[in-house]
């Protein structure tokens, strides 16, 4: 049962363009989301965060947006650099609007930002 | 403080072998998380520690898996008899009550089981 998913494996942007990821869910206790990066070798780093109780949120040229009532969310990168290549994670907890405890993550969607 | 550290960072073992890994959080983490990751799909959640508090294990953790935590410092995860089908990255994290700000994850321990 896989529920949190990520239905693009993959996405090809141009440098200086938007990267939009895609996220969607299905277990409407999950309360906190989260975005990761990994890069090949390394483990996944934390990138940012949304609570339920918003529908945005903004750390520079990341923009995490959520739609409770779609179960979706996504990431926008704005505006892309090839230093943005990695894989892209999202994960979501239940854990009372912390991100303590469990998360459970998506396949991941790899991104390729060309020069 | 480097960060998470995970030893030995790649192991490869025969079917039926037990492997044990090793994992150090930053030292003022209390909470400790251990992760499996197949090829394609994203992490999957084995178990986490609060201090020396196993809290809760997933029911991919079958009784060949433990994990232990002595005195909330370092964690070790064992595999018993293992199988081709425990082959993955495992992944430990850690983080701390005062933030917010996700897990730090270790750069992993890649098994491969022949």
């Known amino acids: 049962d896989q529920q949190v998913k990520q239905n693009s494996p993959s996405l090809s942007v141009q440098e200086g363009r938007i990267s939009i990821l895609n996220c969607d869910y299905t277990n409407s206790m999950f309360d906190y989301f989260l975005w990761y990066k990994k890069y090949p070798a390394e483990g996944p780093t934390f990138l940012i965060s949304?609570?339920?109780?918003?529908d945005k949120n903004e750390d520079g040229r990341f923009t995490v947006f959520l739609n409770k009532s779609a179960k979706h969310l996504s990431l926008h990168i704005v505006p892309s650099q090839p230093g943005d290549s990695a894989v892209y994670f999202c994960?979501?907890?239940?854990?009372?609007?912390?991100?303590?405890?469990?998360?459970?993550f998506g396949q991941g969607t790899i991104l390729t930002v060309h020069p | 403080d480097t960060g998470v550290s995970q030893n030995p960072r790649h192991k490869i073992t025969k079917r039926g072998q037990n492997v044990t890994f090793r994992c150090d959080p930053i030292s003022e983490h209390n909470r400790l998380y251990w992760y499996r990751q197949t090829l394609g799909q994203g992490p999957e959640f084995l178990t986490y520690?609060?201090?020396?508090?196993?809290?809760?294990k997933s029911r991919l953790l079958s009784d060949r898996f433990s994990a232990e935590r002595p005195k909330g410092s370092f964690s070790t995860l064992e595999i018993q008899r293992t199988e081709q089908g425990d082959s993955a990255m495992y992944l430990c994290?850690?983080?701390?009550?005062?933030?917010?700000?996700?897990?730090?994850f270790g750069s992993g321990t890649r098994l491969t089981v022949v």
């Open positions: 520690f609060q201090n020396e508090a196993q809290l809760e």
């Open positions: 994960a979501a907890s239940a854990n009372g609007g912390t991100s303590y405890g469990k998360l459970t």
């Open positions: 949304i609570s339920s109780i918003k």
């Open positions: 994290a850690s983080s701390s009550e005062q933030d917010n700000y996700g897990y730090t």
